[in-house]
Structures are given as C-alpha cells and as structure tokens.
C-alpha cells in the first residue's frame, strides 16, 4: 500500500506530524486518540482501509497529537496544557493548507478539539468528536462517572497493562478473540504510539479536564458519535455533550470496540461522509446570492488577431482589458473572470450592468473592434471566488447570442430595471443550449449613462 509522505509543522521547536491525502472538496482533519503513529498505522489494513475511506470523499490531514507517535514527545513531568494542543491543531491546519477543515476528534482528544471549536469557530467548518466526554470525573451532572479515586485506579490498572494487550481486550470487543499475530500488531503499535510514563501523565492531565461550561459556546456544526454498547460511563458523556452543544446531532452506533477503526468501522465512515456533504452543501447554499452577471467578447476575434499579427493583437487586448477594467470600476462591477478576449463580471444590481455594458461598446468602438454583450439577474454560487451556477451559464447563453455591438437581456433583467429609461427591444424567444425552456431575450435601445 502507497503511503502518503510524512510532513511535519511546527510550534516553536516542537515538530507535530501530519499526512495528507485525499483530493475532496473538503479538508477533514483527523486526530488519533490515546494511540497513534503515522508510521504505523498503514502496516494494519483494517485501520488504513478506514483512513483510505475517509480520504475517498475528503482532503484527509492525519495527525500524531504532540505526544504520540511521530510528533514531538514530552517527559511525564512537562505534560503541556490543553491550550498548547490547541496550539497545535492551528499550526497543523496552516502547515497542510487546510484554511477552514471540518475537525475529527476521537476520544481524549475531545478535551482540546472541543475548546478550539469554541475559541475559534472561523477557522473550522464542522466538528466530529467521536467517543468523548467533557469530563472523566464524577460530578452533580455526572453522577455515572468514576470518583477520584477510581479514576486514578484505572489510569494505574492502563499503566500497569501497557504493552499486553489486556487494555485492547477490555476496550474492543472484536478483539477478545484475535490470533496471536494480529494481537502482536497491536501491543507494537501501542508501545511505538507512547510511553508508559507519559500515559499515566497524560491521563491525569485529561482527568483534571472538564470542558462542560465551553459546549454552549460551541457554534459549529456538531456530529457526536458513540458506539452504543461501550460502558454506559462512556456513552453518557457523549450524550451530555450532544445535550450542551448548539445543534449537535448524536448518533449512537452498534458495536462495543472504543477506536473507530476497531470492528465494523463502516458505519462510521458514512455517518461522516453525510455529515461532511450536509456542510459542503450547507456553505454553498450560504455561498449563493442574487446578481446580475455579464458576459462580454470581441466580435471576429479570430479575423482581427490573424490581420494583427501576435504583437498588435496582443497590445490591442492590453488596451481592451483596461477599457473593460476600467468602466467595471466605475459601474462598480465585480471582475470574476478573463477568459481570452472575453470578461465575466458581476453587479448587485441589473441597471448598474446595463449601463456599464453599453458603455463598454461604445468605448471600444475607437479601437477598431466591435464587443458584444449578454446579461442575466439570477442566483450564483461563489466558490473560491469563482461564480457558478445556472445564472451564470444563462448569461453566456445570451452574450452568444448577441450581434456586433448589441447588448442582449433576458427577461429578467428587463422586469428589474422597469421605470429606469431603458430602452427595451424584443428579440422573441430563444432556446438556450443546456438551459430549459424558451427564453425571452431583449436588446438595449437606448441606456441612460449614470453612476
């Protein structure tokens, strides 16, 4: 199995380990908890088949929390606080380019995930905590969860079982019956992901964490996932959680194992995977707004570059595009794209467009080049500054339509500008290629210039 390279980010003189791979629509940050190690995790094919599933329909960022596996390690007595995890996430997420990712936590990692959620909500899309509880110590709230003393005792009873495979056997139920090999992968993937030492430290610092009063203050989109047959300790905690948090949703899973990629880990990955896509199309419903967009080309391009020659015909576009830039600044047009000789800009309004087309074909005139022009009002979508949408493909359909120095509408731009001295034509109605229906489309007769 190919493996993606190993990266490293840093914090100061600390160096955290990321992966990335994966070319989705949406940077998924995943942060392993208790055990990880980058280097390890692809020698299991069970647990790089999850990761290879997560990487199918998102830009995955696999990260060793500092602490384990590959990224920086600390002595049990210099355990860094939850703000220097949160720390880390930030720089992680700069180092792999992943400017708003949706964030998922397993287990003890949702002790930082969840406050970085809270302390900074620009920088994530959406927030997964799989396995999590905002404290490990009984309170009022949380009469279900061990007293101090029986906390400390089962961080001991894990400290004391380190390295064989008793901690594996208790906490995943698939497990109870695996062979010696396969048991023999775990116990090294758990001695290669930390110390003994630093567990019991870990531990502690984690069991002295309550982040109950931080989950009103969580304003992401929230999935909370919780294997339903795991210790009813464990899965009250992530109900509290769903229960705190604005709008999270809980999904409570079959299965007993503690680690999403032990057993059935497939339910998990589409619970995910819908989370995700509800996101993605959430921010580009979000993303889409009303404009008016305008198309613009030079008639018989190909005639008049051919009689230029390279050169003038290179200097002829320099001087198009600044008549074109230069008229959308003052009609406070939006340029979204060139493409050749033509331009794609938008307005938040139809009269500022028509004005600011008309001006265009007259201001080119004394180049010696004649434009045509199409306009449409409708509904965009801004991705990455680029604007899409059934809009935009009607506004390319009209400017195709449109003759030598002719400015073309469609319907709806003329019910818009209704009382604005605009001269209306009536072309009659047009089959747009790729666009249902029939489409009336009307020429400019005459525009009142303005601001």
């Known amino acids: 199995m190919e493996r993606p390279e190993i990266r490293y980010a840093w914090n100061g003189a600390s160096a955290l380990a990321y992966e990335v791979l994966g070319e989705g629509p949406m940077d998924l940050v995943y942060v392993q908890g208790y055990v990880g190690n980058l280097e390890i995790n692809w020698e299991h094919p069970p647990l790089a088949s999850f990761l290879q599933a997560l990487a199918s329909s998102s830009r995955l960022v696999i990260t060793d929390r500092r602490g384990l596996g590959l990224s920086e390690r600390f002595t049990p007595t210099d355990v860094p606080p939850i703000e220097t995890l949160m720390e880390d996430l930030a720089v992680v997420f700069d180092a792999a380019g992943a400017e708003r990712p949706v964030l998922f936590s397993v287990g003890d990692c949702g002790f930082f995930a969840g406050p970085f959620a809270a302390t900074y909500p620009n920088r994530l899309a959406g927030l997964i905590l799989y396995a999590a509880s905002p404290t490990w110590r009984r309170t009022e709230e949380t009469p279900w969860a061990p007293t101090e003393e029986e906390l400390d005792a089962s961080f001991r009873w894990v400290t004391d079982h380190f390295g064989d495979g008793e901690w594996w056997r208790r906490a995943h139920l698939s497990l109870r019956e695996a062979d010696e090999q396969t048991m023999a992968w775990y116990l090294r993937y758990e001695r290669l992901s930390l110390t003994p030492g630093a567990l019991y ?31 009813e300790e464990h899965l009250e905690g992530s109900r ?212």
């Open 240 to 451: 509290l959680i769903a229960s705190r948090t604005p709008g999270a949703r809980l999904v409570e899973l079959d299965g007993h194992d503690l680690l999403p990629w032990v057993g059935d880990w497939h339910p998990i990955v589409d619970e995910v995977e819908r989370f995700v896509a509800s996101i993605r199309d959430e921010e580009a419903a979000l993303e889409r707004a009303l404009a008016t967009v305008l198309f613009t080309d030079i008639v018989g391009s190909t005639e008049t570059a051919a009689r230029l020659g390279d050169k003038g015909w290179r200097a002829l576009l320099e001087r198009h595009h600044t008549t074109v830039r230069n008229l959308l600044a003052r009609y406070r047009g939006t340029e979204v794209d060139t493409a050749g000789d033509g331009f794609l800009a938008t307005f938040d309004g139809p009269a500022r467009g028509i004005r600011c087309a008309t001006a265009l074909v007259e201001a080119v005139r004394p180049l010696g080049i004649e434009i045509r022009a199409g306009l449409h009002t409708g509904e965009v979508e801004t991705i990455d500054g680029k604007v899409g949408g059934l809009a935009v493909n009607i506004g390319a359909r009209v400017c195709g339509l449109a003759g030598a120095s002719e400015v073309l509408v469609s319907q709806t731009v003329k019910d818009l500008v209704a009382g604005s001295g605009v001269v209306f034509e009536d072309r009659g109605e047009h089959e747009l290629k790729g666009i249902p229906d029939r489409w009336r489309l009307y020429a400019i007769g005459q525009a009142q210039p303005g601001p």
């Open 201 to 231: 430290a870990e531990a502690r610092r984690f069991g002295r964490t309550d982040i109950r009063a931080i989950l009103p203050s969580i304003q992401v989109p929230t999935l909370v996932l919780h294997r339903r047959d795991d210790p």
